[in-house]
């Protein structure tokens, strides 16, 4: 393993990578924004806001949101996330732990943030086991794995190809963890390719989910779009919002102004 510690940028949040292993990109960063901006409705009295990660890899999209939890949601937030590669779920404790010794706003994040070293289809193979979440999150958010099984030349032994194909898991067993443990009428917030997107809306359809939301990301003004922002809502009646596209580049290869607010520079 080749460990960095690398700065998120948002609060002085940190985060452990695996420079050898699956790193998150800028479709994470996306995603969790996205979730963020496009929750709403929520009553944050006394109870908090549940939030369950799947595939959270090295905990990216939990610990964007939770540092910017205050601003788009409330400060009492609590966080699940699944992950099945043991060594990406020793990073994300160490990353957790980092944090609370060493960020003010994070004094609680152990209490807030838990992450299950568990495969995502044992959520409906072993009800006995996970009957305690189910129907008890307002939010699930998965930036799952784009491509289908069988698609390329797949080294099981390279984690950055099994990050990027469906092998231990196929978006339908995703849609299937996530009908049981979300709350009906509350939201998943996904990313992937855009290319799937047919097949997907028709796997959110037939697990008792609406698309509402979604917006499409562009490399740049020039090229069609590469990758696509779901929301979709359980137990939803019918009607989508097309929201206004997200270029990532200008002309000249730097990011555009909404990319960098989103980034927060």
């Known amino acids: 393993m080749n460990i960095k510690l690398e700065n998120l940028e ?7 990578q695996d420079k050898d292993s699956f790193n998150f990109g800028i479709d994470a960063v996306l995603l969790a924004n996205f979730a963020l901006r496009e929750y709403n409705g929520a009553t ?11 595939c959270t890899g090295s ?29 990406q779920v020793t990073l994300c404790n160490k990353s957790i732990l980092y944090n609370k010794d060493n960020t003010i706003d994070a004094k609680n994040i152990d209490d807030d943030i838990k992450v299950f070293n568990d495969d995502i289809k044992n959520i409906f193979l072993d009800k006995e086991k996970y009957k305690n979440l189910y129907e008890s999150y307002d939010m699930i ?32 067993d ?9 709350k009906s009428n509350k939201k998943l917030y996904l990313i992937h390719h855009s ?65 960098l607010n989103i980034y927060g520079k």
């Open 141 to 172: 958010t998965v930036n799952p794995p784009y491509n289908k099984k069988g698609s390329g030349i797949i080294n099981l032994n390279d984690k950055k190809m099994v990050a990027r194909h469906e092998i231990s898991i196929t978006f339908d």
């Open 44 to 54: 944050f009295l006394s109870c908090p806001i549940k939030i369950c990660d799947f």
């Open 174 to 182: 995703i849609c299937k963890a996530a009908r049981l443990i979300l």
């Open 59 to 87: 905990l990216p999209i939990p610990l964007i949101m939770y540092a910017k939890r205050k601003m788009f949601l409330s400060d009492n937030v609590k966080i699940d996330a699944f992950e099945i590669d043991k060594d």
């Open 10 to 16: 948002i609060n002085d949040y940190m985060i452990y």
């Open 195 to 259: 290319e799937r997107l047919s097949e997907i809306v028709l796997t959110l359809n037939s697990n008792s989910f609406e698309v509402k939301k979604i917006e499409f990301i562009h490399q740049d003004i020039s090229k069609p779009s590469n990758l696509v922002l779901i929301e979709a809502v359980k137990n939803a009646n019918s009607g989508l919002k097309v929201l206004m596209p997200i270029i990532v580049f200008e002309n000249d290869g730097t990011y555009t102004k909404n990319i």
